[in-house]
């Protein structure tokens, strides 16, 4: 691990060595491009369009079509970044009471989510508090929505962690970049903290990540993407 990235208590989790550029997608919505990893946190084809799709269409509205009875949903998301996923889910809770966990190694600063338009596109005014919630305690945003950010790397989080969640939105960077975070025992560990029947929506339909999924246990189905982009995943848990 580099300097800078590591997550002991002693760093504040505001403190990052690297610094993040802003980017307008073609749909309208900003996004962040990371020069720690190279990779932007959306794609450039339109943030909203894509995390409507994968996380939103394909996650959140299949949990309420195939449990239609449930009234809570315990969502868990790999990789909290800009908190767009998250402001887009709590804008859909409606008669559903969420439960937000939400993974994140490298917090973006104060300055750059204070540039993001989401609040202004979507008409809503909770990013601010998204990302001023405290780390890893439970914060109530809204009376459908409960958040918890939780700092920490992923594979330290999966070693404790105990679910059980419903639906998992798992947005990591790209396997080019993050490779690590692709793997069967990546999955396998998400997969403890799913009930038979759970949920995971990604926008990777790669090979090797239905693969790696499929190692885990779970069924892997494809789906047409947003925009430009072919093929996405829903794994559902065996
Ligand atoms: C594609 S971005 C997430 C975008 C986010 N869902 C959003 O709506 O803006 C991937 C995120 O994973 C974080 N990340 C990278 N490696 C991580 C790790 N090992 N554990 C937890 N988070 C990690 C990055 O800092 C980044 O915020």
């Given at each position: 691990?580099?300097?800078?990235?590591?997550?002991?208590?002693?760093?504040?989790?505001e403190s990052t060595a690297f610094s993040n550029d802003l980017v307008l997608t073609q749909d309208g919505t900003h996004t962040l491009y990371s020069a720690r990893f190279g990779q932007w946190y959306h794609s450039v084809h339109g943030a909203l369009e894509e995390s409507r799709r994968v996380f939103l269409e394909l996650g959140l509205a299949y949990f309420r079509e195939v449990f239609p009875e449930r009234r809570e949903v315990r969502i868990l998301e790999m990789g909290f970044g800009t908190g767009f996923n998250a402001l887009l889910?709590?804008?859909?809770?409606?008669?559903?009471?969420?439960?937000?966990?939400?993974?994140?190694?490298?917090?973006?600063?104060?300055?750059?989510?204070?540039?993001?338009?989401?609040?202004?596109?979507?008409?809503?005014?909770?990013?601010?508090?998204?990302?001023?919630?405290?780390?890893?305690?439970p914060v109530v945003i809204s009376p459908s929505f409960m958040l918890e950010k939780v700092h920490a790397e992923l594979q330290a989080y999966l070693k404790t962690a105990k679910g059980p969640f419903d639906l998992v939105y798992y947005d990591a960077f790209?396997?080019?970049?993050?490779?690590?975070?692709?793997?069967?025992?990546?999955?396998?560990?998400?997969?403890r903290l799913l009930p038979s029947g759970g949920i995971l929506t990604t926008y990777s339909a790669k090979g090797d990540v239905r693969r790696a999924l499929q190692a885990a246990g779970f069924r892997v189905e494809k789906h047409p993407g947003p925009g430009r982009k072919r093929e996405i995943v829903r794994a559902i848990k065996d």
């Open positions: 691990m580099s300097e800078g990235t590591s997550t002991n208590e002693e760093q504040s989790p889910t709590l804008l859909e809770a409606g008669e559903l009471s969420i439960r937000y966990t939400s993974l994140e190694a490298y917090p973006i600063s104060p300055a750059e989510y204070r540039q993001l338009n989401y609040d202004a596109v979507m008409g809503s005014g909770e990013l601010q508090a998204l990302h001023e919630a405290e780390w890893n305690i790209a396997p080019g970049s993050q490779p690590e975070l692709w793997t069967p025992e990546v999955f396998a560990g998400i997969a």
